[in-house]
């Protein structure tokens, strides 16, 4: 007895100790790319989604300035990102990137320079491959140490790195390359990588990058946004402070969806731990876009310290339940109606995670009210087609 005991004490030493020797590995893994950033999803705004290429540095710069003047910075979002569309197409004689002369003559530092000032940080775009998406400048293929010291010197806080044109090789051999090389570059870079999911990044994109993109481009309409949500959710399970899935920026704003749609992106990016990451034009906003991109309360679900991204808890038919554990015993689900007709829908205590006999408070995060009554085993919201409800459930016994 006594002897079979020792030998299952050591078993389960022996086990502890794989468990460590695996966590050390994992670690190490991970520290391929150890800049600390993105412990919460990285919040501020990209060009592509409104303006392609269509891009210069006084856009840049007013972009900048109406993150501060509308108060969305002091909110989070703290990034101003250029995509595609920067550099000349050729390097210069040393090979260097060149910024384009005609749309950025000042050169990306004095750019950097710029948004550094008003407390912001400035992302730009590269391609692991010859050539980016647009064909019209560059990509790092080759070039990955250089164009990570340059964008460096720049003051570079961002680097979005796409998958076009590339030599036919896989992404886990082109994208390391690169994150290795803004290791050394001397300045903490966040790393998102654009490989659009097509060989399921998640799996391997945490010891390389702080996100990584799980679809393909979303345009600004109801079936490619809740698609790409849908992509996304698969994932959920690798989404953690450091690393986050990235079902690409936002549309809100922009002109193609409802209200109610757009509410629903909104929610969904939240609750989903992605990127928030603006695409429209922050110049010139309408007061029904601000309302649904700084409310507070939608971004501290995205910004929770825990960084659990939410899983789909209940499909039926076109009625989904989606939730996410938050820090301090609450819980954020998501009510969502994806049919065409209003919709009664109900949230269960046994698909969410909490005990059927918990009392818990509902604050509905759109309507910026905790509603009247408490709940025990379950809520039922009534939804308008294309539309969803936030809570946040805080057990109260
Ligand atoms: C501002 O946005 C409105 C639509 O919301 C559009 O009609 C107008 O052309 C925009 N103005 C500029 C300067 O882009
Ligand atoms: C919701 O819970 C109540 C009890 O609090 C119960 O009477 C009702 O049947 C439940 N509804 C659904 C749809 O589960």
């Known amino acids: ?164 044109n590339n030599d036919g090789s896989k992404p886990t051999q082109r994208y390391p390359v690169m994150t290795r090389a803004l290791m050394k570059a001397g300045r903490p870079i966040f790393f998102s990588l654009c490989e659009w999911g097509d060989m399921h990044p998640a799996e391997w994109g945490a010891p390389l990058g702080n996100s990584w993109r799980t679809t393909n481009d979303i345009s600004d309409n109801w079936e490619s946004m809740i698609s790409r949500a849908d992509q996304n959710e698969i994932y959920a399970e690798y989404a953690r402070p450091g690393g986050w899935n990235d079902p690409d920026m936002l549309e809100v704003g922009n002109g193609g ?37 700084t409310n507070k309360e939608v971004i501290a679900v995205n910004q929770d310290p825990y960084g659990f991204q939410a899983k789909k808890v209940r499909m039926e038919g076109d009625q989904e339940i989606w939730s996410a554990p938050l820090s301090g015993y609450k819980i954020a689900v998501v009510l969502l109606n994806r049919g065409p007709v209003r919709y009664s829908t109900t949230a269960r205590w046994d698909d969410i995670g909490l005990d059927p006999k918990t009392v818990v408070q509902a604050r509905d995060l759109w309507e910026h009210k905790t509603l009247k009554t408490t709940f025990v085993g379950n809520l039922t919201a009534t939804l308008r087609p294309h539309s969803c409800k936030l809570y946040v459930l805080k057990p109260i016994a």
């Not at 992605?274 to 922050?282: E, K, N, Q, V």
Request: proline share 3%; glycine share 8%.
């Open 257 to 293: 969806m409802t209200k109610d749609e757009y509410i629903v992106h909104f929610s969904l990016w939240a609750i989903s731990k992605a990127p928030l990451l603006l695409g429209c034009d922050i110049r010139n906003m309408t007061r029904e876009t601000m309302d649904i991109i």
């Open 1 to 164: 007895m006594g002897k079979r005991r020792c030998v299952v004490a050591a078993l389960a030493a022996i086990m502890l100790m794989m468990e460590l020797a695996a966590l050390t590995v994992a670690e190490n893994r991970r520290s391929m790319l150890s800049n600390g950033l993105g412990m919460t999803p990285p919040m501020g705004w990209n060009s592509w989604n409104h303006f392609g290429c269509n891009i210069d540095e006084k856009m840049i710069r007013e972009t900048a300035d109406a993150l501060v003047s509308t108060g969305l910075s002091k909110l989070g979002y703290e990034y101003v990102n250029i995509d595609d569309c920067w550099a000349e197409i050729s390097r210069d004689d040393k090979g260097n990137l060149v910024p384009k002369k005609s749309t950025f003559p000042s050169g990306i530092k004095a750019l950097a320079d710029y948004v550094h000032k008003k407390g912001l940080k400035l992302g730009i775009y590269s391609d692991a491959g010859y050539f980016t998406c647009s064909r019209r400048m560059p990509g790092s293929l080759g070039y990955e140490e250089q164009d990570a010291k340059t964008f460096a010197s720049w003051g570079i806080d961002y680097l979005k790195y796409d998958n076009c």
